[in-house]
């Protein structure tokens, strides 16, 4: 069993940054693409960012050259530092973890940490 324990957001003014970060539990991580989702109410869950266990990244086009995914294997955790914040970043955004061990997929979700912008 695996367990996501995000933290980093709040309310921030338009403009601003926070650096949200993910740990996860077990030892499964440096095997895990890693990734970042957000969600507000009525709509559906969608890709913010995300990073191959190799570090590749891919990042939703509204993002784009704002957020930054990385990660540290040696501390099982993953960022995701934002930048010039809009409004309509408002959401709980959750981690995600992905892979396959002993033969069978596992997809893995933290409890989610709002992130709040508004002036």
């Known amino acids: 069993q695996v367990q996501l324990v995000e933290s980093g957001g709040g309310l921030v003014q338009p403009g601003g940054s926070l650096r949200l970060s993910c740990a996860a539990s077990g030892s499964i991580f440096s095997r895990s693409a890693m990734a970042w989702y957000r969600q507000v109410p009525g709509k559906q869950r969608e890709l913010v960012a995300a990073i191959t266990r190799d570090g590749s990244t891919n990042y939703a086009d509204s993002v784009k050259g704002r957020f930054t995914i990385s990660r540290d294997n040696a501390k099982n955790t993953v960022y995701l530092q934002t930048n010039s914040l809009k409004p309509e970043d408002t959401a709980v955004y959750y981690c995600?973890?992905?892979?396959?061990?002993?033969?069978?997929?596992?997809?893995?979700w933290g409890q989610g940490t709002q992130v709040t912008v508004s002036s």
């Open positions: 995600n973890a992905k892979g396959r061990t002993w033969g069978r997929d596992y997809d893995y």
